[in-house]
T-cell receptor, first 115, second 112 residues
């Protein structure tokens, strides 16, 4: 079974600074997807960024980028120019390739952004 | 384009009762999945429905059951509620062939 580990229960960052959230995963599969989701107080899970395992290039979405290290099974999220609205729980998630949409989530990292 | 909507937003039940949670999928989505998120934890996969058939299930007992309707709305039913069933229940919909899931804001269930 796949597992996802987020070793940082809480992180804080100053507004406009950069922060990196860590995630490691364990799998024996070669075809899979990795995701970062944001969960604000509204509770809705919002997709931040996704990475296909077969792509060597790290995904980027505006201020959000990942460092995908497939051999090390590491998938960290970098948030640049942090904004107050970035404050939320961040979850790393794994999904196998194919038609099974099951996501396996980590326990989350609570990000605080200080003004 | 409408989003994923869940009802009710909050619910209080007592141990042993039964509960039904509802989800309206995003327009055009034919796959729905349900997750349980206990306090301080990440969501855990309960099951998934595609075209009204269950096609994937997590490590949850049979008292957790579901339905998907022809209009792709969905229900999660939980029988014989236990205190540990207290959690946020999230519904997510997607279009077959896409890895993108769209989540609702959840139903917060409290079992007393």
């Amino acid at each position: 079974a796949q597992t996802v580990t987020q070793s940082q229960p809480e992180m804080s960052v100053q507004e406009a600074e950069t922060v990196t959230l860590s995630c490691t995963y364990d799998t024996s599969e070669s075809d899979y997807y990795l995701f970062w989701y944001k969960q604000p107080p509204s509770r809705q899970m919002i997709l931040v960024i996704r990475q296909e395992a077969y792509k060597q290039q790290n995904a980027t979405e505006n201020r959000f980028s990942v460092n995908f290290q497939k051999a090390a099974k590491s998938f960290s999220l970098k948030i640049s120019d942090s904004q107050l609205g970035d404050a939320a729980m961040y979850f790393c998630a794994y999904r196998s390739g194919g038609s099974n949409y099951k996501l396996t989530f980590g326990k989350g990292t609570l990000l605080t952004v200080n003004p | 384009e409408t989003g994923v909507t869940q009802s009710p937003t909050h619910l209080i039940k007592t141990r042993g009762q039964q509960v039904t949670l509802r989800c309206s999928s995003q327009s055009g989505h034919n796959t729905v999945s349900w997750y349980q998120q206990a306090l301080g934890q990440g969501p855990q996969f309960i099951f998934q429905y595609y075209r009204e058939e269950e096609n994937g299930r997590g490590n949850f007992p049979p008292r957790f059951s579901g339905l998907q309707f022809p209009n792709y709305s969905s229900e999660l039913n939980v029988n014989a509620l236990e205190l540990d069933d207290s959690a946020l229940y999230l519904c997510a919909s997607s279009q077959s062939g896409s890895e993108k899931l769209f989540f609702g804001s959840g139903t917060q269930l409290s079992v007393l």
